[in-house]
């Protein structure tokens, strides 16, 4: 994977910070936050699989969301935490180019996979009586089938293009990960087309998520207004906020942070921005679902009741 008209065969990360004693506190806070997020979504993967009683579309769909989270915050932070414990934090092209392919993926079959969520709920509040055939097994398959072909797309046209730069001397690359707009700083060509590339690819992988879920979500809206019950309310209500959490907290920091040029926001304050969409999102995802899903906590109790008497 490594581009042939490149001298470069090695990156330097150059981590979240260049001041030595915030670095040990840094790594003990992100090592921390990494196994939260590595504890919280493998235990929501477990849970969902061990009850039956959620076996259904929305547990499907949360199920690949703890995947997802899990998989792209492994892909990001053990990688990341290297940068605090040693002097120079290597990644060859090709394990930058591998980094930046599997990031790409995963975020982008998140964006995706939150619209299908969206999705999955309007039909739930707004057409109860057809749920159960409007999100069979295989229309839920084909909508997961649909979430990680865009992802796939999405990261092969994004580590494309990227690899497509020349890469002369400069290697030092200003972030605690191999994203675009920090390796389009380092190429020493032109790269007006692969912005304009970036940006078409993002507005497509973030808009047409955003579109779908604003639609599913103002006639949600609709129809809890005309349930004229004060408990009803409440209760569609309860199934569609910590989605909608979730769904601000990742959809605004990534809007932040690629839908902006680079000139109108500096590198550094993209790092800090790419925490909360790379770190600290997949870390609060099982913690939302957890703490206000009667349907988990519920099924965390059962199933710690059988390990007890077990």
């Known amino acids: 994977m490594t581009a042939g008209n490149s001298s470069v065969t090695e990156f330097i990360l150059a981590g979240l910070t260049d001041q030595p004693e915030l670095r040990i506190p840094l790594f003990l806070l992100f090592l921390g936050f990494y196994m939260v997020t590595v504890l919280g979504n493998l235990g929501l993967i ?15 769909f949360l199920f690949n969301l703890s ?38 993926f995963f975020v982008i079959s998140e964006s995706f996979i939150l ?33 990680y072909g865009m992802g796939f797309a999405g990261a092969i046209v994004h580590t494309g293009s990227i690899m497509s730069l020349t890469f002369c001397s400069d290697n030092l690359v200003n972030h605690f990960m191999c994203d675009i707009f920090p390796l389009l700083e380092l190429s020493c060509n032109s790269t007006y087309a692969n912005e304009l590339v970036v940006f078409i690819v993002v507005a497509i992988d973030i808009g047409i998520p955003i579109v779908t879920i604003f639609i599913s979500y103002t006639l949600i809206l609709s129809s809890i207004l005309h349930i004229r019950s004060t408990e009803g309310r ?6 569609c906020s910590s989605h909608m959490i979730v769904v601000s907290l990742f959809f605004g920091s990534g809007a932040f942070v690629y839908l902006k040029p680079p000139s109108v926001l500096p590198l550094g304050q993209g790092k800090v921005s790419s925490l909360f969409y790379t770190i600290v999102e997949p870390m609060l995802n099982p913690l939302i679902y957890s703490l206000r899903n009667k349907d988990v906590k519920i099924a965390l109790r059962k199933t710690w009741s059988r390990k007890i008497f077990s």
């Open 46 to 60: 477990f849970l969902i699989g061990l009850n039956f009683h959620l076996y259904t579309p929305m547990y499907f």
């Open 115 to 147: 619209s299908a969520m969206a999705y999955d709920r309007y039909v739930a509040i707004c057409n109860p009586l057809v749920y159960t055939v409007t999100m069979s097994p295989q229309v839920c398959f084909l909508l997961l089938l649909g979430v």
């Open 234 to 239: 409440s209760k569609a209500f309860s199934t």
């Open 67 to 104: 995947i997802i989270d899990l998989s792209y915050s492994t892909t990001i932070t053990p990688k990341m935490l290297m940068s605090f414990i040693s002097k120079k934090n290597r990644i060859l092209h090709s394990g930058c180019m591998t980094q930046l392919f599997f990031f790409c």
